[in-house]
């Protein structure tokens, strides 16, 4: 299946370094005006939901990283090492 986005294994891994479940973490994001529910952000973190430019700016600011270290390869592999 062809990847509908390009930072949903970084997404996972920030989210999980941080010791955010899915459901902590979608909470966030509602607090900051975010209306995303649990099963997108799975969606996106195994990349079959295409993800809006905007979203990527509540993430970033949930984790408290810039938007550039969602698109970083070594995160990726890092990951999915695990």
């Known amino acids: 299946m062809e990847k509908r986005n390009a930072i949903g ?3 996972r891994y920030f989210r999980k370094r941080h010791g955010l479940s899915q459901e902590q973490f979608v909470a966030k994001l509602h ?5 995303l529910d649990r099963t997108s952000l799975s969606k996106i973190e195994n990349y079959t939901r295409v993800v809006y ?3 990527i700016i509540y993430f970033a ?4 990283i810039s938007i550039l270290d969602l698109y970083n390869l070594t ?3 890092n990951d999915e090492n695990k």
């Not at 600011?61 to 408290?64: G, P, Q």
């Open 9 to 11: 294994g970084n997404l």
């Open 61 to 64: 600011k949930v984790l408290n």
């Open 53 to 55: 430019d905007y979203e």
């Open 75 to 77: 995160n990726i592999k």
């Open 31 to 35: 607090l900051l005006g975010l209306d």
